[in-house]
Every structure is written in C-alpha cells, then in structure tokens.
C-alpha cells in the first residue's frame, strides 16, 4: 500500500486542521492505521492509531481531547483531525499502515509510511 499525507499548514495556537491521508492499493480496509510526527531535532512519536475491524482508537497523552482520527474505508483515506492546537504540536506529521495491530503506537508497529505534511503552529 501507498501513502500520500497532505493538510499540513501554518496555523495559529487555537486554531483547527485536518490532515488527509490518501491509501493506494487493495485491501485498504484490512489495515489498521497510525499517525506519527517528529518535531526538529526530536525522535518521531505516536500521535494517534485506528484499529481496522472495530474502529478502536488511541491517542498519545499529549493529543487526547484535541485530536481525532478517522477511517473512511470508501475513500481509502485516514484523517487527523487537530483542533486546539498548540506551538509544541509543530512537527512532520507522518500517516503508516499496517496490517497487525500488536505495536500500533511504536514506529516498528508498521511497515508502509507517507512522505510527512508539515504542521507549524505559531503562539
């Protein structure tokens, strides 16, 4: 499967955006999908997982609340939905799939990544 991120943007703290993850190839529904992000000179980190068969989700602490993810399996598309957002929330924003779910929030929990769509978020 192929991964295209898009949605980045330069946002103030406060404001709402919602990043797009467009899936190429078949089966999109059998995979459970995971966003990431990695601020400069940081190590990339677990932001937020949708399991595929029940819809489960799970966020990192630092996005609970304000974050949300979501599946639409027609469109082959997962999206992250940011609201409230804050100057620590700037970084690359990464979408991966995979097909197990056993290290959902672990950058080695997933073998197919995007490119990165980059959020910069101003105070």
């Known amino acids: 499967v192929q991964l295209q991120a898009s949605g980045g943007g330069l946002v103030q703290a406060g404001d709402s955006l919602r990043l797009s993850c467009a899936a190429s190839?078949?089966?999109?529904?059998?995979?459970?999908m995971g966003w990431f992000r990695q601020a400069p000179e940081k190590e990339r980190e677990f932001v937020a997982a949708?399991?595929?068969?029940?819809?489960?989700?799970y966020y990192a602490d630092s996005v609970k609340g304000r974050f949300t993810i979501s599946k639409d399996n027609a469109k082959n598309t997962v999206y992250l939905q940011m609201s409230s957002l804050k100057p620590e929330d700037t970084a690359v924003y990464y979408c991966a799939a995979d097909l197990t779910w056993l290290r959902y929030n672990r950058i080695d929990g997933y073998d197919y990544w995007g490119q990165g769509t980059q959020v910069t978020v101003s105070s």
């Open positions: 190839g078949r089966s999109f529904s059998s995979y459970h």
């Open positions: 949708i399991r595929w068969n029940d819809g489960s989700t």
